[in-house]
């Protein structure tokens, strides 16, 4: 029994970030209040709407502190009208995330970790906020899938310089989405500018396979250098010139599953070369590497923050358009104390991604109001 206040929850900003409002920056907005008996669930469907656009939380009191009582906030609804509700259980009460490309070939094992990962999200209250019921958002990866649904995320994961992917229904889908995310900072600044709406970096990292990690025992060393992917013309040749240094390196496209982790795990080092000029740096290929302790080699890429961002965990970057890589790639293999050092920078990188689930929550928390922002058009 006591008085329960709807309001501000953030101290700043549209829809909040930062610190949680005190009850005194609360209650100097505008709220909404109710005296009660019973429990009631947080949300505008019982208080109204007080403030549009903002993240809001309940202020309860028994009554011991006369600050929090309605008196200048008068319902727009006579208080006679509101029929207290039970509060449901957190799983009726959350959206349902459809994962629509996790039996796909190419984006299969980032579904699956990304799953997990929002799994996590919601049991440390990412959606604590979330008012819009049990209904059904999308989480898509593949340019092709059309949604199906009203509401749903688009990670994209296409290069800029790929431009064949973005075709005009390509496009479509990316502006109409609910919350665009991509996993570089570099094409979210391009994405915001093209399409004029907001895009979120968020790090492939949380996509990762949970069965990527780093074994108690690597098999010996059979390879100084591995590489993986597509064979076009400019890594054909800089294998052969990696070769012609006398580097003991295995260049295929026909590494998967079972097979590429063994190699990946045989090897020193993996070279990764752009397959496309002016590239991001290609996470979904780096982490699969570092995940399971083994550093990387490559040149710089067009997108300074992931680059910097990865310079910590086990990637060695090589001068941009890579005419060095075979040098750096021969003094890394035949200097043991520089391999230990970027060997050793690679096993941080699950100690990293597992830090905190910064920014997957917050775009969590943001999506009550993304949702809203798309139902009123």
Not at 29 to 47: I, P, T
Not at 303 to 312: F, I, R, T
Not at 324 to 334: E, F, R, W
Request: glycine letters at 6%; one cysteine or more; aromatic letters at 8%.
């Amino acid at each position: 029994t006591g008085t329960v206040v709807y309001g501000r929850k953030y101290a700043s900003g549209k829809p909040g970030d930062g610190r949680l409002a005190t009850t005194a920056e609360t209650l100097g907005d505008k709220y909404r209040a109710l005296d009660v008996d019973v429990s009631v669930v947080c949300g505008a469907a019982v208080f109204g709407e007080p403030l549009d656009s903002v993240y809001k939380h309940c202020l309860c009191n028994n009554g011991a502190a006369p600050s929090i009582k309605k008196l200048d906030n008068e319902l727009s609804t006579p208080r006679s009208t509101i029929t207290p509700i039970v509060p449901c259980k957190e799983a009726s009460c959350l959206p349902t995330f459809i994962f629509r490309n996790e039996d796909t070939a190419h984006f299969g094992a980032q579904n699956r970790g990304l799953k997990l990962s929002i799994q996590k999200a919601l049991k440390q209250g990412c959606m604590a906020n979330w008012e819009g019921g049990s209904i059904g958002i999308e989480i898509i990866f593949e340019v092709a899938t059309v949604p199906a649904k009203t509401h749903y995320i688009t990670y994209q994961m296409e290069q800029l310089t790929n431009q064949g992917m973005f075709t005009p229904a390509y496009d479509a889908k990316l502006t109409a989405a609910t919350q665009l995310w991509d996993f570089s900072p570099f094409n979210c600044d391009h994405h915001q500018q093209k399409y004029h709406r907001r895009c979120d970096y968020v790090p492939l990292w949380f996509a990762d396979e949970i069965s990527w990690k780093v074994p108690a025992i690597f098999p010996p060393k059979r390879f100084d250098v591995v590489f993986f992917g597509a064979m076009s013309a400019d890594r054909l040749s800089m294998c052969a010139q990696v070769r012609a240094l006398g580097v003991n390196i295995l260049c295929s496209e026909s590494l998967w599953g079972p097979t590429l982790e063994e190699h990946i795990l045989a090897a020193k080092v993996i070279m990764v070369h752009h397959y496309y000029a002016k590239a991001t740096l290609p996470v979904h290929r780096l982490n699969q590497v570092l995940s399971r302790g083994v550093p990387v080699i490559i040149p710089h890429s067009t997108d300074p923050v992931l680059d910097a961002e990865y310079a910590q965990m086990g990637v060695m970057f090589s001068p941009a358009g890579g005419g060095s890589l075979p040098a750096d790639i021969k003094a890394l293999v035949t200097d043991p104390t520089s391999l230990a050092q970027l060997t050793a920078d690679a096993r941080k990188y699950n100690i990293r991604k597992q830090k905190n689930l910064s920014p997957l929550c917050e775009n969590l928390r943001r999506l009550d109001h993304d949702v809203k922002e798309k139902n009123n058009g």
